[in-house]
C-alpha cells in the first residue's frame, strides 16, 4: 500500500546516515535492510545479511515446490 511505499522511500533516504530498527513481516521491507535479524520466541535464532535472506528464501521456495 501507499504507507508501505512512504516507509521504503524513507528509509532509503535515511540510509547510511543512521542505524534504523525496524521489525516487519513484509518481504519487500525485509529486502531493504542491511542485515536481517531472525527472532523465534524472543530469541535470536540468526544474523544475516540480505543476500544470503535471499540465498535461504530462494532454496525454502524451491524445496517446497519440490514436495509439491
Same mark, same amino acid.
Not at 9 to 29: E, K, P
Not at 37 to 47: F, I, K, M, P, S
Given at each position: ?11 532509503? +533516504? #535515511? ?6 530498527? %525496524? $521489525? ?6 525485509? @529486502? !531493504? ?12 535464532? +540468526? #544474523? ?6 535471499? %540465498? $535461504? ?6 524445496? @517446497? !515446490?519440490?514436495?509439491?
Amino acid at each position: 500500500g501507499g504507507s508501505e511505499a512512504l516507509v521504503l522511500r524513507t528509509l532509503d +533516504r #535515511l540510509r547510511g546516515r543512521m542505524a534504523i530498527l %525496524a $521489525v516487519t513481516h513484509r518481504d519487500q521491507t525485509r @529486502r !531493504a535492510a542491511d542485515l536481517v535479524l531472525d527472532l523465534d520466541e524472543g530469541r535470536v535464532r +540468526r #544474523l544475516e545479511s540480505v543476500a544470503e535472506s535471499r %540465498a $535461504v528464501a530462494g532454496t525454502a521456495l524451491r524445496d @517446497r !515446490a519440490d514436495r509439491e
